[in-house]
């Protein structure tokens, strides 16, 4: 009997539980990368979603688990574990059908709201597949132009779709060429593919449609995008839907998109003093924040970088806007504002593609300690493991984007510090804002800062000083500065960030600012516009010898002044007005639009003929019909545009 019982006695979050069982090799893989059991996500989720269920799992809370990863691990899986969650239910079902997808139909969707997150989930998904034998032999192929073998088993074959790395003809091609059936996506981009008659998802091929961080989803406005995914996919189909909550919009998508759901709420649950609490961040973390000037705030991230007792090795800095990290990634730099042996990396979501892709794998790839200066873009969905401190310099009005921001830092059991910089006053108010809303925070230890006037005008005039070196970090300042002020007076909780309580004077010397810039916040201001700034120029600046570092757009500044003072600037301003009255600028512009538009499309047409005079009539034929298939796609967008209805989200069809 003792055998038996000891059976009986098996671990609920052992990978032994599941059922239908796991294959070997998925064991292994979960093993290597970083998960001995399952996470409480996992072991909530998994067991109805590989049992035909359709799930909503509202994951709450940054579950604090940690994970042991094996030696020559191929990927770090911290945090939640949630996208495991949905990926070896999607794994487990296709391949255990009895033959392989059918050319050009696909088994599984997973939408994602950003293109960081959605490359991470097929990062973490091509980890997986390097454990199954037949899959990780079709991969090297899908590199190449050269179409993958087909096979007699069942395979994974996925194919990552986000804007700004490919185009959607090279989406389109590369989906003919290897048939994939896993597609991971952004919602644009898979409304873009599915609109192809090549992409097929049947009732008798379509297994799985996830729709991950569906509340940002919606809050990013693809509920248009994500009504036509629904549309086409068949109605008898395993759906998971994963959110950080559950709001009005996202139950719209339950009641329409899942049949008979069960749901799944994931909370993290600590002892505190023998008490058993509802936690909404890891017990690693500590949340914190410091009450400090504007002036004060760069160099209290100094101190905090150089004087805590541990080194922080990955930091994450949180601005409000692109334009201010654009600004503040020329500041944070060592031997300026940032302690010797410190480097920082920016990214925001007006970065191009690449440049997002290739910043964002050089803070994961770091070795020395690193600040990344972001926005919002990093507060949720990406994994970013080994965070040690998250600093918001700017602190948000939603309380969950603050744990959202907060929980970057104190993931998968590493202790983690997180400080939110408050200015003296009104916004002293935040505090009991996040209390109320059950996010209590409490004082930064003061050892670890204690800034000194002198230090902040020491900060101040570092950033002059390099602002008065080229006139382009200047112009970065004012259009950060400007920025900032307008996301400050968009703040949800409008009685505790009030534009009309700011210390301008303290904010521009905060900023570095060398003069104030025209705004009208600042019509009714009666202080020193100008900031009596010298910057070893003598006081009052000479605004005319202020120039550029490139030598092409300095000459252009240089011409454009030199105009000025001959009056042919007010001349051209004349001429322009007098024309307007007589109606002639419009119709001169479109003259010259249309010349414009006459030449690029002749450039066009003779770079098209010169392509096509090389190409083979194999190779033609193929172009015609990927041009064919083009147009017609763009056809459909433009009639599906034209016919939506206005912006009030009216839910999803059935």
């Not at 005039?461 to 970090?473: I, N, P, Q, W, Y």
Request: proline share 6%; net charge positive.
């Amino acid at each position: 009997m003792a055998p038996a019982k000891a059976a009986l006695k098996r671990n609920p979050r052992g990978w032994d539980a599941l059922t239908p069982p796991l294959a070997q090799w998925i064991l292994d893989a979960v093993q290597t990368l970083g998960f001995p059991q399952m996470t409480p996500v996992q072991a909530a989720t998994m067991p109805h979603f590989m049992g035909n269920k359709d799930v909503v799992v509202e994951v709450r809370s940054r579950i604090a688990f940690h994970g042991h990863n094996s030696a020559g691990a191929v990927a770090a899986v911290t945090g939640s574990g949630k996208t495991i969650a949905f990926l070896l239910p999607i794994v487990q079902r296709i391949l255990r059908l009895e033959e392989p997808t059918k050319k050009h139909h696909v088994a599984a969707i997973i939408v994602s709201p950003t293109r960081e997150l959605a490359a991470q989930i097929h990062t973490v998904l091509l980890s997986l597949l390097e454990f199954h034998a037949p899959s990780a032999e079709i991969l090297p192929f899908l590199k190449d132009d050269e179409k993958r073998p087909s096979t007699a088993a069942p395979v994974i074959v996925p194919q990552l779709l986000v804007g700004g790395t490919t185009s959607t003809a090279q989406d389109i091609q590369f989906f003919t060429r290897h048939s994939p059936n896993v597609l991971i996506s952004s919602p644009g981009r898979l409304v873009e593919l599915l609109s192809s008659p090549h992409v097929h998802c049947p009732q008798s091929s379509f297994e799985m449609l996830v729709l991950d961080e569906a509340d940002r989803l919606l809050d990013l406005g693809f509920k248009q995008d994500l009504q036509g995914i629904i549309s086409q996919l068949p109605k008898q189909r395993r759906t998971g839907l994963f959110s950080a909550s559950v709001s009005e919009a996202v139950s719209e998508i339950i009641r329409v998109g899942l049949r008979n759901p069960v749901k799944i709420e994931v909370r993290v649950k600590m002892k505190d003093g023998g008490v058993l609490e509802d936690r909404k961040t890891p017990a690693s973390l500590k949340m914190t924040y410091l009450v400090t000037p504007a002036t004060h705030k760069l160099p209290a991230l100094a101190q905090l970088l150089e004087k805590l007792p541990i080194r922080p090795q990955r930091t994450i800095v949180f601005l409000s806007t692109c334009a201010a990290v654009d600004y503040f990634q020329h500041v944070l730099l060592p031997g300026l504002l940032l302690p010797a042996g410190f480097s920082s990396i920016p990214l925001h979501g007006k970065h191009p593609a690449k440049v997002r892709e290739k910043n964002f794998a050089k803070f994961l790839g770091s070795v020395s300690p690193t600040v990344l200066v972001t926005t919002d873009l990093a507060a949720r969905g990406l994994d970013i493991p080994q965070v040690d401190l998250v600093v918001q310099v700017d602190a948000p009005s939603d309380p969950k984007v603050f744990i959202h921001r907060s929980g970057r830092a104190g993931r998968a059991g590493r202790k983690g510090l997180a400080v939110v910089m408050l200015h003296p006053g009104r916004e002293e108010d935040y505090v009991r804002f996040l209390e109320i809303r059950k996010t209590p925070i409490v004082p930064l230890e003061r050892p670890h800062v204690a800034v000194s006037e002198d230090a902040a005008a020491a900060a101040t005039e570092t950033m002059r000083k390099l602002a008065a070196t080229d006139r382009a970090v200047y112009d970065k300042a004012q259009r950060a500065f400007v920025s900032w002020v307008r996301s400050y007076s968009a703040h949800q909780a409008t009685s505790i960030f009030r534009v009309a309580d700011l210390d301008w004077a303290d904010l521009a010397n905060a900023w570095g600012l060398l003069r104030l810039p025209r705004m009208p916040e600042l019509k009714n201001w009666k202080g020193d516009k100008t900031l009596g700034v010298g910057v070893g120029v003598g006081v009052g600046m000479d605004w005319d010898a202020f120039a550029y570092k490139d030598k092409a757009r300095e000459k252009a500044r240089q011409e454009a002044l030199e105009a000025q003072r001959n009056g042919a600037v007010e001349e051209h301003r004349k001429a322009d007005k007098s024309r307007k009255r007589k109606n002639e600028a419009w119709s001169n512009k479109t003259g010259h639009e249309e010349q414009r538009a006459e030449r690029r499309e002749k450039r066009h047409k003779r770079k098209d003929a010169e392509k096509k005079a090389n190409m083979t009539d194999e190779e033609k034929l193929e172009q015609a019909k990927l041009d064919e298939l083009i147009q017609r796609v763009r056809e459909q967008n433009l009639a599906k545009a034209a016919a939506a209805k206005d912006d009030e989200f009216q839910g999803f069809d059935d």
